[in-house]
């Protein structure tokens, strides 16, 4: 678990990225005048100053704002509640236009559709969702896809009469059996998921409702489950129990002491082993027991060693093991199921400089290698036991393969997913021996989609210190490079997650319009591999915003946009870097979008009962140590708002987000509110219903939540006018 958005934005685009195109007039070559606060009367709330003293290393900090962490007193609530008022009072001239937005993005979606199909143990799952519903609803058939419909889980039921409704990461998990159905749901928008069993047989839920799951898995005894829970205050997942349906107490079988730590479970595809995983951000470690033996006692495979990373999958009588021991790109190595102890480790594709292996997925006949190279994911197949091996090949410069559900060990076909910017999200039967590929689904685009009418370019910017970052571009053909059009840069770059050129069917409502969208592979994030990460974080964090600003001095220097016309926007730690960039070049952006900052990153970093903070020492650093104190406050943009100009700016955040906590940017509000010299707005829209990291949970709230930031945009930028 990380302040890590990346998820998220790709659980969105998944869900709202099928665009039909809305073709606007070319804009005017000049921008018209950027709208300020509507009116003398609408002023912002100002938050009072309560001085709180920390010392540390010699040094005094004083946080005037720290009072807003009483999360549940009335003056917090009055104070973020009078923010909100302000927000919804400034954006009120716009919401025609987000009205106007919402219905474009909206009738780009084929709100009633189904997922393709897959197999697991005979039954065929699929999702599918019905025009006016915010929640998909989940079915399988047996046998055969003309058997009769079996709803197992209708999330709209679910979530009747409640503001807020996610299922687990894991979605939903059904015994070996078939007639047992595991799922959690998070009512509060806090990621803290409750889970439940259903006996598929007879529709009921079952007595459990076990509090703070993480992860669940099946053993093959079809009624013993293996599940972790997360702590109820840092929200580290760190225990591991076994369950037996309808037994009356559950077994501890593992806990992780090490706070940097959080335990899972998982399952291998063959379905003969259980694994718990223990990983910190650097270091992780595998235990084992046979599927069909859940009381068995865990195996080690091998232990911890300090910035050594493995990952475990197996086939019968082996482990296969994808491991950084030999260099940060990762090696893949076999070892016997019999002892699997580091010197029984045999390589079977070496470390390699300039590629990382990504993973790896493991069936009888075939195995696919997920290869990251030059900032593409690609997929190389090799076929047992010959060993033949190639990629996978695709046609565009800026794409996105990976793979897809496929749960069967004894699958003769691989299936996987394929986008770029301008291709909505297409599903792939692959044929290993043959190399043919056979289109399953192509997210329907309604509205008469047309790529041809759009230009993606790749290209590259250079940081100060001469490395090359890499980013890709999307824009109307009719689009002319004079300096003069609007533009949005995106970035991310942290925790080793990397970017990808997804189709984003809501984008299009602002290219069509004439914004230039740009997104770069900035580092610390994983674009790159391992090193590129390592390249930005800890005491090298600073790259990562050097590498944004030199990103956006390209698109200027190449005359896709100006100075004013240049907005950005990032997510949680993607909003720690709105705010750095913000602070170090306040002149180079028009509006900047954060949403979820994480942007109080010294105070965040010294409270080790925060969910998240003690882990992620070693992506941040520790502030406890003076050199990485030193170090993060050149950075954090709590802690270096001056008193200068600033753009336009929005930032977003949920009371309930358990990620980044919503007293960081509320802080940052209040005190960029106090110090900053301009007459630039400053917008501060906080979901105060149940909402989470990232954002409102269905699809349609989502939408209309897209539609504010939007409409934020282009009225700032100068595209749209509004009354």
Not at 499 to 505: I, K
Request: hydrophobic share 40%.
């Amino acid at each position: 678990m990380s302040r890590n958005r990346h998820a998220i934005l790709l659980a969105l685009l998944a869900a709202f990225g099928l665009s039909s195109l809305v073709f606007a007039a070319p804009l005017p070559a000049a921008a018209p005048t950027t709208a300020t606060v509507p009116a003398a009367a609408l002023q912002p709330p100002v938050a009072k100053k309560d001085p709180h003293v920390t010392k540390i290393h010699g040094d005094t900090l004083v946080d005037d704002y720290y009072w807003l962490r009483n999360k549940g007193t009335p003056e917090v609530e009055s104070y973020l509640n009078a923010e909100l008022a302000y927000s919804d009072a400034f954006m009120k001239p716009t919401e025609a236009l987000q009205q106007k937005l919402y219905d474009e993005m909206l009738s780009r979606i084929q709100q009633t559709d189904v997922d393709v199909p897959f197999l697991e143990r005979g039954f065929y799952y699929y999702r599918r969702t019905e025009e006016g519903k915010q929640y998909p609803i989940i079915c399988r058939k047996k046998g055969s896809l003309d058997a009769p419909e079996e709803v197992i889980l209708d999330v709209n039921q679910l979530a009747a009469g409640k503001p807020f409704m996610s299922l687990g990461s894991r979605g939903v998990e059904v015994s070996p059996d078939g007639n047992l159905l595991a799922f959690s749901t998070d009512e509060t928008g806090f990621r803290q998921f409750t889970l439940h069993i259903k006996d598929l047989r007879t529709g009921q839920l079952g007595p459990e409702a076990i509090p703070r799951v993480t992860s669940v898995v099946w053993a093959e005894d079809g009624k013993t489950l293996f599940y972790g829970v997360e702590h109820p205050q840092t929200k580290r997942s760190y225990q591991i129990f076994r369950h037996v349906v309808g037994g009356a107490k559950d077994d501890l079988v593992y806990e992780e002491k090490d706070e940097r730590f959080n335990a899972y479970v998982d399952k291998s595809r063959d379905r003969q082993m259980i694994f718990i995983i223990a990983g910190s951000h650097t270091t992780s470690e595998v235990r084992y027991l046979p599927a069909d033996q859940p009381t068995a006692e865990p195996k080690l495979i091998a232990a911890r060693e300090q910035d050594h990373e493995y990952d475990v999958d197996h086939r019968p009588g082996e482990f296969w093991i994808r491991t950084n021991d030999k260099g940060r790109n990762f090696r893949l190595v076999v070892a016997d199921e019999k002892d699997p102890s580091r010197a029984n480790w045999r390589e079977v594709v070496p470390h390699r400089e300039n590629v990382m292996l990504a993973g790896v997925d493991l069936f009888r006949d075939f195995n696919v290698l997920f290869e990251r190279e030059a900032g593409l994911l690609h997929l190389k197949v090799t076929e047992l036991p010959s060993g033949k091996a190639h990629r996978i090949e695709f046609p565009e410069p800026a794409y996105v393969a990976s793979p897809t559900t496929n749960l069967e060990f004894d699958a003769k076909l691989y299936r996987f997913a394929y986008q770029s910017p301008v291709a909505s999200p297409s599903i792939y039967d692959y044929d290993p021996a043959t190399r043919e590929r056979k289109l399953l689904k192509q997210v329907p685009v309604l509205g008469g989609f047309d790529p041809s009418r759009y230009r993606v370019e790749v290209t590259e910017a250079t940081a100060p210190d001469g490395v090359k970052v890499p980013m890709w571009i999307l824009s109307r053909k009719d689009v002319k490079r004079d300096g003069t059009n609007p533009a949005l840069l995106y970035g991310y770059g942290s925790y080793g997650a990397p970017m990808s050129a997804f189709f984003n069917g809501n984008i299009f409502s602002l290219v069509d319009r004439g914004v230039v969208y740009a997104m770069a592979y900035i580092r610390g994030g994983g674009e790159l591999g391992k090193k590129w990460h390592d390249d930005g974080r800890m005491m090298h964090k600073r790259n990562t915003f050097t590498d944004f600003i030199a990103a956006a001095e390209q698109l200027i220097a190449a005359k896709y946009t100006s100075k004013e016309r240049l907005a950005i926007m990032g997510g949680s730690a993607g909003g720690l870097l709105m705010g750095a960039v913000t602070n170090l070049r306040p002149d180079l952006f028009k509006v900047v979008v954060a949403q979820v900052p994480f942007v109080d990153v010294i105070n965040t970093m010294l409270d080790p009962s925060l969910p998240l903070t003690v882990p992620e020492f070693e992506e941040w650093g520790n502030p406890k140590i003076e050199a990485e104190y030193r170090y993060i406050k050149t950075y954090s943009p709590y802690d270096n708002v001056e008193a200068k100009a600033y753009p336009t700016i929005l930032v977003k955040s949920s009371y309930n987000d358990s990620q980044v906590m919503y007293w960081e940017p509320a802080k940052y509000v209040a005190k960029l509110r106090s110090l900053k010299k301009d007459a630039n707005p400053l917008v501060f829209h906080i979901n105060m219903e149940p909402a989470g990291h990232g954002g409102k949970s269905g699809r349609y709230d989502r939408l209309h939540e897209t539609a504010l930031d939007y409409a934020f945009l282009l009225w700032q930028l100068g595209v749209e006018r509004v009354q």
